[in-house]
T-cell receptor, first 115, second 109 residues
Framework: GAGVSQSPRYKVAKRGQDVALRCDPISGHVSLFWYQQALGQGPEFLTYFQNEAQLDKSGLPSDRFFAERPEGSVSTLKIQRTQQEDSAVYLC?????????????FGPGTRLTVL | TQLLEQSPQFLSIQEGENLTVYCNSSSVFSSLQWYRQEPGEGPVLLVTVVTGGEVKKLKRLTFQFGDARKDSSLHITAAQPGDTGLYLCAGAVFDDMRFGAGTRLTVKP
């Protein structure tokens, strides 16, 4: 079966533009996570959904970042008025259940470059 | 300050050598996971440890969870070029995972 897919794979934006990053999780997976990974660093947690409910958004760095998962499957991470410091790889992961020990399956990421 | 500190940050060794990388924290975790990430891809789960003192083996990889569940180690025996990658540890914080910055391993043939 298909794994987690993300689109676009690469995005170049001019500073101040809005961007939308899409994540298609594995079908039937309850939990969905977004992470931000800067160059040479580990993934930093952004937000977590259980079905359509956003249970934790404590990692979102500012109110310019917004995530949604309206039907409990596909999720979109939106960044408004992008800044250069937003340049990073944005990773999405999904897991079957809601336990922290459930295996998270990661997508390949979207590399965002803000000029 | 990282919740999980990984060391060393970089490691370059010759094929056939053994190595150990570490993941340390002042926090107690209900579980800890190790991932391997290759360029242009997302991390892939290697193992989950949940019990203090637990040791798990995966072929040439040995994972240990500290007795106090605050730290972990990954030992690789007879490293191969295919082991090259970024090794990440992640600890469970409620329902979320928090990652360390990783150890970037290069195994030269």
């Amino acid at each position: 079966g298909a794994g987690v897919s993300q689109s676009p794979r690469y995005k170049v934006a001019k500073r101040g533009q809005d961007v939308a990053l899409r994540c298609d999780p594995i079908s039937g997976h309850v939990s969905l996570f977004w992470y931000q990974q800067a160059l040479g660093q580990g993934p930093e947690f952004l937000t977590y959904f259980q079905n359509e409910a956003q249970l934790d958004k404590s990692g979102l760095p500012s109110d310019r970042f917004f995530a949604e998962r309206p039907e409990g499957s596909v999720s979109t991470l939106k960044i408004q008025r992008t800044q250069q410091e937003d340049s990073a790889v944005y990773l999405c992961a999904s897991s079957l259940g809601s336990s922290s020990t459930d295996t998270q399956y990661f997508g390949p990421g979207t590399r965002l470059t803000v000029l | 300050t990282q919740l999980l500190e990984q060391s060393p940050q970089f490691l370059s060794i010759q094929e056939g050598e053994n190595l150990t990388v570490y993941c340390n924290s002042s926090s107690v975790f209900s579980s800890l996971q190790w991932y391997r990430q290759e360029p242009g891809e997302g991390p892939v789960l290697l193992v989950t440890v949940v019990t203090g003192g637990e040791v798990k083996k995966l072929k040439r990889l040995t994972f240990q969870f500290g007795d106090a569940r605050k730290d972990s180690s990954l030992h690789i025996t007879a490293a191969q070029p295919g082991d090259t990658g970024l090794y990440l540890c992640a600890g469970a914080v409620f329902d979320d995972m928090r990652f360390g910055a990783g150890t970037r391993l290069t195994v030269k043939p």
